[in-house]
Nanobody
């Protein structure tokens, strides 16, 4: 599975962005999808995840109430709608996929086999 993330950019605090991650190869609807982010000097951290049918979603505490993950299995794309952005959200955002992730492991970085290249989100104060 190849993943291509897009939609990052520069936005002012309080603004919104929608990230997209397009998949090719494999059967997209078999894969749970996750979004992770990595700020300079920090480890890559979990942001949000969605099950293969979209029935289960999970969010990091920092994302709850502000971010929404969704997927379109026909378009083979997963989205991350980010609202009320703050400078603390500045990071390189990665999408990830795996067909063996369970609801117990969706927040774990090492559970995902396939990764996109990342898209930069910068939030100015």
């Amino acid at each position: 599975v190849q993943l291509q993330a897009s939609g990052g950019g520069l936005v002012q605090a309080g603004g919104s962005l929608r990230l997209s991650c397009a998949a090719s190869g494999g059967t997209f609807s078999n894969y749970a999808m996750g979004w992770f982010r990595q700020a300079p000097g920090k480890e890559r951290e979990f942001v949000a995840a969605i099950s293969w049918r979209g029935g289960n979603t999970h969010y990091a505490d920092s994302a709850k109430g502000r971010f929404t993950i969704s997927r379109d299995n026909v378009k083979k794309t997963v989205y991350l709608q980010m609202n009320s952005l703050t400078p603390e959200d500045t990071a390189l955002y990665y999408c990830a996929a795996d067909n063996a992730v369970s609801r117990h492991t969706m927040k774990i970085r090492s559970a995902y086999k396939y990764w996109g290249q990342g898209t930069q989100v910068t939030v100015s104060s």
